[in-house]
């Protein structure tokens, strides 16, 4: 079962800070954030393999809560580059076997 | 060290032809995996191969299927193409496991 991401698009100004949040009602094993381009192929963000880890680079950072089945991705001080959409990740293992799913994704935009 | 390459970037076919599209991995990883990309649908995971074995399967008829060769490399095929497997055709590369995925710059099949 797909994750579910909120919100389903934002509009920053640079500088303002922003919050995707990942969800999943089966259990959470691990998280993988990635980040799409508008023409592009997704690029990875990070992996979050453990409930409580937190882990960031340059001003995005994601924690991962696996008693609540959700992660976050926290963007500070958005830049213009930070523009796209925003796919969270995980493993399941379903009827068809273990594959990967993505969440629908959240569309982030940032404005000058 | 290059990228992940798939082949063709573009196709288009008609309806009940079948196509078979070409995924190149960054070299040393050993695992590749397929994915459609519709607006309508999202990222869908299709299957994932590591060595030569295909190791995970979703969602998707027996039309879509895959191989991996010795050298890592890895074909998809599509057999009986209809209308709504027109898509953006991702293919991505990791070394094992929970590790990250690096996406190739996708195939777009169009199907008339």
């Known amino acids: 079962q797909q994750p579910v991401q909120s919100p389903q698009a934002v509009i920053l100004r640079e500088g303002e800070d922003a919050v995707i949040n990942c969800s999943s009602s089966k259990a959470l094993y691990s998280v993988h954030w990635y980040r799409q381009k508008h023409g592009e192929a997704p690029v990875f963000l990070m992996i979050?393999?453990?409930?409580?880890e937190q882990k960031g680079h340059d001003k995005i950072s994601a924690s991962f809560n696996e008693k609540k089945q959700q992660s976050s991705l926290y963007l500070t001080a958005s830049q213009l580059s930070y523009s796209g959409t925003y796919f969270c990740?995980?493993?399941?293992?379903?009827?068809?076997?273990?594959?990967?799913?993505f969440g629908p994704g959240t569309r982030l935009s940032v404005l000058p | 060290k290059a990228g992940v390459t798939q082949t063709p970037r573009y196709l288009i076919k008609t309806r009940g032809q079948q196509v078979t599209l070409s995924c190149s991995p960054i070299s040393g990883h050993r695992s590749v995996s397929w994915y459609q990309q519709t607006p309508g649908q999202g990222l869908q995971f299709l299957f994932e191969?590591?060595?030569?074995?295909?190791?995970n399967k979703g969602n998707f008829p027996g039309r879509f299927s895959g191989r991996q060769f010795s050298n890592s490399r890895s074909e998809m095929n599509v057999s009986t193409l209809e209308l709504g497997d027109s898509a953006l055709y991702l293919c991505?590369?990791?070394?094992?496991?929970?590790?990250?995925?690096?996406f190739g710059p996708g195939t777009r099949l169009t199907v008339l």
């Open positions: 990740g995980t493993e399941i293992l379903d009827n068809y076997g273990q594959n990967f799913v």
């Open positions: 991505a590369s990791s070394l094992v496991g929970e590790t990250e995925q690096f």
């Open positions: 191969y590591f060595s030569e074995t295909q190791r």
């Open positions: 979050l393999l453990k409930g409580g």
